[in-house]
């Protein structure tokens, strides 16, 4: 038991050089963060109420369908590679496999239903066309893109994964710009041209950036295929989830209350980041920290329970001062949005409490107990933010928001506290029978 007090600083770097990191870190992901915002801006404005609400549909289904990709591969290339460097090789050729496998089939499905269900053309075959050419952009594209930003992130080069992050969400307002502005481009049929270069262009420019890390070795680690479905799944349960009450309102309230309640979540989830930033900062570190039981990272995931309170505290504040800032950015038309984005912008709070639990558990290996308690909490979630969205609109929405969030809370360091209370007896058994 003597030994825990010793090994759970390893995980730490001096105090000084970690705070100049998250600043990048955070710095970058705030930048990309407001490109996007500003991507999202131009196309609402340009597009029009019709073909947003269309772009923001499919682009909603590709986001869940992105977390599927690849099968949880980047984490386990992460968590591995972050506690040996020889795994490299090895697990981005596993990537690669997986990524290509599931990226296609997942392509495949989506060109053979969407078209049912969403007109981009009158001429079926542009339809098609334009549909397949936003899925290989919001699925397969975006998962190289993100998968680069990983593999720097395994290697502890921040730098790197910073650039990828910034540039990527500059090189899509850029595309905005010109198409929307310079173009007058105003359909999503004429965007998702625009779209899938810039996209080709950004994973180019990626997977040149990788070429000096090493070249892949094609192969499967079989025991990683749970550990990545582990992983995966809660992601694509609580895209599920987040997806729940915008469709129930599509159908209960006005366009008007859909698109501004829309807009408020993209505010949240990029309120976020700052978060965000703290745990891939802090999530390699963990990873060789936790290696001997988690126990060993108690106190290390406290103070980063701590430091995760203050900004997402400060993210909040922050969002709701500048709210009516909102309606310069996106326009009139959405009369709701600073109400909705004020309403929503606390949930940032205990998000990043849940988060920070859940990362924990990853980085230690326990993706089949952190994928049970966020695949229940989504599918749980998803039922309540339903309901409450089809009885109450909106204000039911709001409610079910912060319900399901605090819920999420008292479950993931429920289940965190307890595995490592188990790693800590585990341990003191082993070190009393090797002291008898």
């Not at 990226?103 to 269900?117: E, H």
């Not at 090493?214 to 997806?243: C, D, M, T």
């Not at 979630?381 to 204000?395: E, F, I, R």
Request: glycine residues 6%.
């Amino acid at each position: 038991m003597a030994s825990e007090g010793v090994t759970e600083p390893r995980g730490y770097r001096p105090l000084l050089p970690m705070v100049v990191s998250y600043i990048a870190s955070g710095g970058s992901l705030v930048l990309g963060s407001a490109a996007q915002l500003v991507t999202f801006a131009i196309l609402a404005r340009w597009l029009g109420v019709h073909e947003f609400s269309v772009f923001v549909a499919i682009t909603a289904l590709a986001n869940i369908a992105v977390h599927l990709c690849g099968l949880g591969a980047m984490e386990c290339l992460v968590r591995r590679v972050a506690r040996d460097r020889a795994m490299y090789p090895q697990m981005l050729g596993h990537n690669i496999i997986l990524t290509t496998a599931s990226g296609v089939a997942l392509l495949l499905l989506g060109v053979v239903a969407l078209p049912f269900f969403f007109t981009l053309s009158a001429d079926p075959v542009k339809n098609f066309a334009a549909i397949a050419l936003m899925l290989i952009t919001n699925i397969l594209l975006v998962r190289i893109i993100v998968l680069t930003e990983q593999i720097f992130i395994a290697h502890s080069d921040f730098a790197s994964a910073n650039k990828v992050v910034v540039g990527f969400a500059v090189a899509r307002t850029v595309a905005a710009a010109l198409a929307c502005i310079a173009f007058s481009v105003s359909t999503v049929e004429s965007w998702a041209v625009w779209q899938f270069v810039c996209h080709v262009l950004v994973a180019l420019a990626c997977m040149r950036a990788i070429r000096g890390l090493g070249k892949p070795h094609y192969s499967i680690v079989r025991e990683e295929l749970p550990q990545g479905l582990y992983f995966s799944i809660p992601f694509i349960l609580r895209a599920l989830r987040q997806n729940a009450d915008l469709l129930v309102l599509s159908l209960v309230t006005t366009a008007e209350i859909v698109s501004s309640y829309s807009v408020a979540r993209r505010i949240l989830e990029s309120s976020y980041l700052s978060v965000d930033a703290l745990n891939r900062l802090i999530y390699p570190g963990s990873a060789r920290a936790t290696a001997a039981g988690l126990h060993h990272a108690f106190q290390r995931v406290r103070r980063v329970l701590a430091a995760a309170t203050v900004i997402s505290l400060a993210a909040a504040v922050t969002v709701f001062a500048l709210a009516p800032v909102l309606l310069h950015l996106f326009g009139k038309d959405y009369v709701s949005l600073v109400g909705f984005a004020r309403s929503l912008c606390w949930a940032v709070v205990p998000l990043a409490a849940w988060s920070v639990a859940a990362e924990a558990l990853g980085a230690s290996g326990y993706h089949a107990a952190r994928a049970t308690v966020m695949g229940l909490g989504s599918i749980a979630g998803a039922g309540l933010a339903a309901w409450a969205s089809w009885y109450a609109p909106p204000a039911g929405t709001f409610v079910s928001f912060y319900v399901i969030e605090v819920a999420m809370v008292i479950a993931t360091w429920s289940v965190f506290l307890h595995f490592v209370r188990r790693d800590r007896e585990q341990a003191a058994l082993t070190f009393e029978a090797g002291g008898a």
